[in-house]
T-cell receptor, first 110, second 117 residues
Framework: QKEVEQDPGPLSVPEGAIVSLNCTYS??????FMWYRQYSRKGPELLMY????GNKEDGRFTAQVDKSSKYISLFIRDSQPSDSATYLC??????????FGQGTRLTINP | DTGVSQNPRHKITKRGQNVTFRCDPI?????LYWYRQTLGQGPEFLTY????????KSRLLSDRFSAERPKGSFSTLEIQRTEQGDSAMYLC???????????????FGPGTRLTVT
């Protein structure tokens, strides 16, 4: 079993829709939860991070962590074509290595 | 404010050749990480440094791979006797070892795409 599971998609939604991206993890020692956006042939770009359970909002993006279920989510409101990318969840115990999900490929259709 | 830089951006080499990649982290960051990413997969951890000390190596880092970070500044990743299976994007990231009020975020460079023919 992988430490972090993420549905690879692809996911295709119309412009303006609310997008929900999800990951599950198995190690309860993980405390830091991040979402990265990666455009084709580019390095990952940090979008959001959260620590422990709860929600965090930044503009059109909301990150949610439920440690009791070992489940994390990223919501994108009012999705735009420029949001089309691969979204990666990443989890760590602190300053050590990140463990990534497989990534979900998202397309926003105009 | 310069981010993480990596050179070269692309490298094509023949099987059996040695290659070396360079990473320059964000200047105030003392931790530096190397990851490898293959098509359709998330990045996989290879190794990381705090200052000049290499603190952890993944089992993915075979004896053909070596990483250094002299003087705790830039880092190099060398692959000896390359194989076709080494073809991947090699990503470098950096972070601060101490919480900055935001957490232990890692910031990635643009990557070096290696193709072994």
């Amino acid at each position: 079993q992988k430490e972090v599971e993420q549905d690879p998609g692809p996911l295709s939604v119309p412009e303006g829709a609310i997008v929900s991206l999800n990951c599950t993890y198995s190690n309860s020692a993980f405390q830091y939860f991040m979402w990265y956006r990666q455009y084709s042939r580019k390095g990952p770009e940090l979008l959001m991070y959260t620590y422990s359970s709860g929600n965090k909002e930044d503009g059109r993006f909301t990150a949610q962590v439920d440690k009791s279920s070992k489940y994390i989510s990223l919501f994108i409101r009012d999705s735009q074509p420029s949001d089309s990318a691969t979204y990666l969840c990443a989890i760590s115990q602190g300053a050590q290595k990140l463990v990534f999900g497989q990534g979900t490929r998202l397309t926003i259709n105009p | 404010d310069t981010g993480v830089s990596q050179n070269p951006r692309h490298k094509i080499t023949k099987r059996g050749q040695n290659v070396t990649f360079r990473c320059d982290p964000i200047s105030e960051h003392n931790r530096l990480y190397w990851y490898r990413q293959t098509l359709g997969q998330g990045p996989e951890f290879l190794t990381y440094f705090q200052n000049e000390a290499q603190l952890e190596k993944s089992r993915l880092l075979s004896d053909r791979f070596s990483a250094e970070r002299p003087k705790g500044s830039f880092s190099t990743l060398e692959i000896q006797r390359t194989e076709q299976g080494d073809s991947a994007m090699y990503l470098c990231a950096s972070s601060s070892a101490f919480r900055t009020g935001k957490g232990y975020e890692q910031y990635f460079g643009p990557g070096t795409r290696l193709t072994v023919t």
